[in-house]
């Protein structure tokens, strides 16, 4: 069986790389087809592996500024011969789903998110751009969106990477769509016995991901917070930060590692469409305080894992913290916060993932 792993783009390591690099475990023998490689920036397993380029590889400055090609990646996927292959699997957040697979090819969609850009945070990238991609914008996105919708037709199964997604994919593409959660390495976390009185706030700086609100509730309740993470925002948020508010930027593993496992809790008031951290901090033993929307609802559990608030405020936040404070019960033990982030460890998505594939090409 000849099989292709189809990936928006290959430009870092985050946690769609890390579903790349286990359905390569998987398929050892896979192609990996995307519009973008910079080789320096990926892991040796996808190093190891042959990578085909759309056409978008080859145009002027496309290993950094891709993403101005997005108007060109439709055409750009729909180029790529894909005869030769039985099994394709795309990985959905930009434009993946798109090729033009055999008739007789299973195509199994895992998507991390219908494109944010020209959907549910159309609006908002809108606003941020710059005035001639603000002017160009209403015109492409709705060129892309007639694209979008087409192509999801040409998916034999779509996986999604929460129930958040699945419901999007139901709204956008009208599909239904399997939950099969992202891996986490949740062995490579451990529960540490010192605990410290401080809060956690982890991850990059950028607006969607409210550090924002982190901070205002921060500087009201004068709790402590450790902010791990750079990005955009860092500058404007460590100049309002009270002296209770510690930035430490980026951190190596061992020491990421370590304020996991010792934090009081992780603060995650952002809405994601799955979030990793919250897992690697349970896996850890310590709770999460998140907002509940997105991908959180999946994997905070009141009265297991974590707290949640439902106002995307600081005063709601705040709130939030007070219970926790105020009532122990609200969660368990380390232990059982940690079993619970074992149930989304990377050898449970890939036991998924084969037999959702076995169950597709049994029923083809």
Known sequence: MKVAIVHYWLVGMRGGEKVLEALLDLFPGAVIVTHVCDREKVSAKVRKHEVRETFIGRLPGA???????????????????????????????????????????????????????????????????????????????????????????????????????????????????????????TQAFQISNHVENHYLLAGEMVSYKRADLAIDAFNASGRKLVVVGDGEMRGVLEKKSCPNIIFLGRVDNAELKRQFATCRALIFPGEEDF??????????????????????????????????????????????????EKNPDLVKDPATIRALADTFDVEVFKQKIWALIADARANA
């Open 275 to 324: 979030g990793i951290v919250p897992v690697e901090v349970m896996a850890s033993g310590r709770p999460v305080i998140a907002y509940g929307r997105g991908g959180a609802l999946d994997t905070v559990i009141e009265g297991v894992s974590g707290v949640l608030f439902h106002e995307q405020t600081a005063e709601a936040l705040n709130l939030a913290i007070d219970r926790f």
């Open 63 to 185: 290993r950094k500024h891709y993403q101005k090609y997005l108007p060109l990646m439709p055409l750009a996927l729909e180029q790529m011969d894909m005869q030769e292959f039985d099994l394709i699997l795309s990985s959905e957040s930009g434009p993946a789903k798109g090729i033009v697979p055999r008739p007789d090819a299973l195509h199994v969609c895992y998507c991390h998110s219908p494109m944010r850009y020209i959907w549910d945070h159309y609006h908002s990238y809108r606003q941020q751009a710059g005035g001639v991609a603000r002017m160009a914008m209403p015109f492409l996105a709705h060129r892309l969106r007639v694209w979008d919708v087409t192509t999801a037709a040409r998916v034999d199964r779509f996986v999604a990477n929460s129930s958040f997604i699945r419901d999007r994919i139901q709204t956008y593409y009208r599909r239904e769509a399997e939950v099969i959660f992202p891996p986490v390495e």
